[in-house]
């Protein structure tokens, strides 16, 4: 079977799963009033899951060693990539602003309550505006760290856990930078961390990929009863409207959770990152489109990450197979 047969079939699967992330990517938002067994790892859907992830994984191991972007493209994107870097922080900035209007942090399950609410608040809207414009980008992306540690203190681990993308975008930001369009920064810190500018599009992507995997697991595989009492609220089962009856809400949670953390999986390894980038990008504009622009507001962060790996990639530095800087997938 020839390379491109094997990427046609890759990307059948990940296309063919990817409605399923549409409903897999946010919390559900659900109280579990009743309460339905745990998936076991004997029963027949997790094995059949198993089998098919398993086979999805060895298929993007291969799929990374032999795929290599063409060398005219490669060099399209390195031509895009002052100005995609400077698009996401704007997209990014502004959602964070947003955000704060909003009254909640980073996630609308966060909302702000009382005057340490409100401190989160201007912390992250601040934040957001000096990312937004360019002004000490760096500085802050070191506030939404803090915004992150003390979210902490007033929401719990767990549920700031959920939201690791955006220490993701941190870190991206503090060592990258921002090309164009910036008002001011500091040449020292732009010189020190020039040093460390390979580890910024990596730490972007495992944030990111540790944000879905998370997510894929804590709402969907380990929380049957939640995402039953969500699907029996919003039918979003579209399995069942399309003749698969046996496709129950119960199967179709764990099935988009299955997916949500295979995508996670795949960014925090760095295999195939582009392929996986443009399926959820896809995802993202589907979803933009049936919603609404309601929806591009909520998903600004994400869309301003994903232009970041579509354009780079998985980056040079801590992936699972090693290749050069240039062509990765």
């Not at 540690?149 to 503090?174: K, N, P, R």
């Not at 809400?249 to 795949?266: C, H, N």
Request: net charge positive; proline share 4%.
């Amino acid at each position: 079977m020839s390379i491109f047969k094997k990427l046609s079939i890759i990307c059948t699967i990940f296309l063919a799963t990817a409605p399923l992330v549409a409903s897999a990517h946010v919390k559900w938002f659900a109280e579990p009033t009743n309460q339905v067994p745990p998936y076991k790892i004997t029963d027949t859907g997790v094995v059949i899951w198993i089998l098919i992830s398993v086979a999805i994984i060895l298929m993007g191991i291969y799929l990374e060693r032999k795929l290599r972007v063409p060398g005219w493209l490669d060099k399209r994107l390195d031509i895009l990539t002052p100005t995609v870097l400077s698009l996401a922080s704007i997209g990014f900035g502004l959602a964070l602003v947003i955000f704060s209007l909003q009254g909640f942090v980073f996630a609308p399950n966060l909302p702000a309550d009382g005057l340490f609410g409100t401190l989160l608040l201007i912390l992250q809207a601040v934040a957001g505006f000096m990312i937004l414009v360019g002004f000490y980008e760096r500085i802050g992306a070191i506030l939404l760290l803090l915004v992150f540690s003390l979210g902490i203190a007033q929401y719990g681990a767990l549920e700031m856990i959920d939201t690791l993308e955006v220490v993701g975008f941190a870190l991206f930001a503090f060592i990258v930078g921002r090309p164009k369009w910036r008002l001011r920064e500091t040449k020292r810190i732009q010189s020190f961390m020039n040093r460390f500018s390979s580890y910024g599009v990596p730490l972007l992507r495992i944030g990111t990929g540790l944000n879905l995997l998370i997510l894929g697991f804590s709402e969907k595989i380990l929380a049957p009863s939640l995402t039953q009492n969500f699907l029996a609220e919003y039918h979003w089962n579209f399995m069942q409207a399309l003749g698969f009856e046996y496709f129950t809400d119960y199967w179709f949670a764990f099935s988009a959770g299955v997916v949500e953390s295979l995508f996670g999986l795949f960014f925090i390894l760095g295999l195939v990152t582009r392929l996986s980038t443009l399926v959820l990008a896809g995802f993202l504009v589907t979803t933009f489109i049936l919603l609404g622009p309601v929806e591009l507001v909520g998903h600004l962060p994400h869309f301003s990450i994903a232009i970041v790996l579509l354009v780079l990639g998985s980056g040079s530095r801590l992936r699972l197979i090693k290749t050069l800087p240039k062509g990765n997938s």
